[in-house]
Structure formats: C-alpha cells, structure tokens
C-alpha cells in the first residue's frame, strides 16, 4: 500500500511514522488506520529488532477522528449515512499496538485531542515536549470517549480517565506527566529516542511479544470491554442529534451551545 495519509522513514535503528495531513490536524480516518496497519506488516514480517516512533507534524500529534471524513462519507448518495466501521478498525489498531512485538515510542510535540490520545495511551512509551496538551473533547458532540477512554484508563486509571472524559478540560504536558498518560517529558525527544533505540536492538522481537501479551492479559482491557466500546460507540455516531452537533461544527464551526 503506497501511503498517502503518512510519512514513513526507514532507518536501520528505528522506524518513524509521522501522521500526514497537515491539513486535518493529522486526524485520523479509516485510509490512516489502514496505512498504519500495513507499516505493521512490513515490520512485522522482518526478523530483526527496531524501534517503531509515531508522530505528528506541524505542532500536532493527532486530533482524533476526522469529522469531516465522516459527515462526507454519510452525504453519498443512496440515503441515509453509510456504516462507518471505523471504531471497530481504529480498536484492533489500538490493540495491535499493545501487543506489536516492537518497542513502540509515541512523540508529542503539540495538541492531542480525543482519539489521538489512543495512539499515545496504547504506546509502550510516550514522550511529550513541554508544549503540547492534550484532551479529551467528545462530549462537546454528545459522543462518549469509549474507544479511546478504555486505553486513557489503562495508563492513567479510572478517576483521571474520567475526569478528562467529562470536564473535556485540556491539560497540559507536566499534568500528563503526573498521571501517567506520558512517561517524560522532554525539550529534546531525540535523545530518549536515541537511548531507547539501543535498548530495543538488544531485544528479541518474540520476547518484546511475550511480555506484551503477558501484561495485557493482566491488565484491564479484555474483548468484552473492547466491544461494548465499539458498540456504544457506533449507537452515538447514528444518533440524529450527535450528527446534527458534528454537522454544525464541521460546516460552520458552531458549537451546540452557540446554536440560534
């Protein structure tokens, strides 16, 4: 698959991915999750052992789904919004992620909003610059943070996931340090990235997947929780006032409560 939505750089220590749509706010949509997983692959089917970084671009890490994407995919012809499968695609990425048998490294430099915090969460390790924030803004829309709340949760635990879910406040760097949704942060990410890449050179890739399975069969998240997340939240993006709120601001950058 030739990528469209991501830069890829291939280096004999690591591999960076950095998402490309500069003009979205590096939101992702299901062509991204599909390119991401194809990157997978390659890696994947390769025997020796790397680092795998993901980054944004421009001061942006992820602003989450992309919301136009998604109200354009619902105007095609033929009535009535088409199913969106993206929850249930964006959901096995994350799990792939937590259970990829690579050391994965997530750079923040900039804003991280909504599901672009899933990226970071689901990380095995997660790097921010002084500048960025991060949020978790679903509720403006009427949408429940559940995909990506289940992975916040797992990192940072129950109160603080909840917390971010229903203030929608924005937090920056240094609080995200101290609850756990960032492991450092730093005004030079190379240098981490230089000292992790030597570390995963020294792992075998079957290791770094044993230890991930592992720890993910103790952890919190189990396919059950995985589905309902999936399931609550496809009920929310069908529902005709979710959609009406997602319209508004798309197309004319109104909040619900800014409405005539």
């Known amino acids: 698959m030739t990528e469209t939505t991501l830069l890829v750089r291939d280096d004999a220590d690591r591999v960076t991915v950095t998402f490309d749509r500069p003009g979205r706010g590096n939101a992702f949509n299901m062509r991204l999750l599909a390119e991401l997983n194809a990157v997978l692959d390659r890696i994947e089917a390769e025997s020796r052992p790397r680092l795998v970084v993901i980054e944004g671009r421009d001061g942006v890490f992820c602003k989450g789904l992309d919301l136009q994407d998604l109200l354009e995919a619902g105007d095609r012809p033929g009535g009535g919004p088409e199913p969106d499968h993206s929850a249930r695609l964006y959901i096995e990425t994350l799990r792939r992620l937590t259970l990829f048998p690579r050391l994965v490294v997530a750079v923040v430099d900039g804003a991280t909003m909504a599901g672009g915090l899933g990226f970071v969460a689901a990380s095995d390790v997660a ?3 002084p500048r960025s924030q991060f949020s978790l803004p679903e509720a403006v829309w009427g ?13 940072t635990g129950f109160q603080a996931a909840y917390r971010l879910a229903l203030t929608t406040e924005l937090i920056a760097a240094p609080e995200a340090l101290s609850l756990g949704l960032v492991d450092q942060v730093t005004e030079t990410p ?9 570390k995963a050179g020294r792992l075998a890739p079957a290791t770094v997947g044993d230890i991930k399975r592992y720890f993910r069969a103790i952890g919190a998240i189990d396919p059950e929780r995985e589905e309902r997340a999936v399931m609550e939240t496809d009920r929310l993006m069908a529902d005709a006032r979710v959609r009406e709120a997602i319209t508004d601001y798309v197309r004319y950058q109104r909040f619900p409560w800014n409405r005539p």
Do not use: F, Q
């Open 190 to 198: 190379e240098e981490v990235l230089r000292r992790l890449s030597v």
């Open 143 to 155: 949408l429940v943070p559940a995909c990506v709340g289940l992975y916040v949760l797992r990192r």
């Open 127 to 129: 790097v921010a610059t």
